[in-house]
């Protein structure tokens, strides 16, 4: 139990993620639904923007993205490496393909630009 003490205490400490890998994550697997702040695309129907999301009043858009491959519609088509099944893509859209250790990183983004979005 003590051994285990540090992983946990660590495991989401800020330092360790990086808000360039997350942005460029976005940029790769996001940005074909969502719209990404300084990068010029139109999302998709129904896909909310990040900027929308981060600056929601619902308190609760930090913990969709924690899970957000879990979340509909995603679970459809994120293949997270180190869950053993891949999901059943539908035709016609491409996969997306991320390791968890993607998710910090991510969140590191999203933090971030919901600070600069809600200055
Ligand atoms: C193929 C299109 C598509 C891609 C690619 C995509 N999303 Fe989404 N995402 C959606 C749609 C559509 C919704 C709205 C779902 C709803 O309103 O029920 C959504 C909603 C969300 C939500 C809010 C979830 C909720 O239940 O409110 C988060 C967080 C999110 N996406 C994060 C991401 C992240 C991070 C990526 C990239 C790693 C990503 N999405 C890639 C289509 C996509």
Same mark, same amino acid.
């Given at each position: 139990m003590i051994l285990l003490l540090p992983a946990v205490? =660590?495991?989401?400490?800020?330092?360790?993620?990086?808000?360039?890998? $997350?942005?460029?994550?976005?940029?790769?697997?996001?940005?074909? =639904?969502?719209?990404?702040?300084?990068?010029?695309?139109?999302?998709? $129907?129904?896909?909310?923007?990040f900027k929308a999301m981060v600056t929601s009043p619902a308190g609760d858009w930090r913990y969709k993205f924690e899970v957000f491959y879990a979340l509909r519609p995603h679970a459809s088509f994120v293949r997270v490496m180190e869950f053993r099944s891949a999901p059943e893509y539908p035709l016609g859209i491409a996969p997306v393909a991320i390791s968890l250790d993607?998710?910090?990183?991510?969140?590191?983004?999203?933090?971030?630009l919901a600070a600069d979005l809600r200055k």
């Open positions: 205490c =660590c495991a989401g400490h800020a330092s360790a993620a990086d808000r360039a890998l $997350g942005e460029k994550l976005a940029v790769e697997h996001c940005r074909r =639904c969502h719209t990404i702040p300084g990068e010029s695309n139109m999302s998709i $129907g129904n896909s909310p923007s993607d998710i910090p990183n991510l969140l590191a983004y999203v933090d971030a």
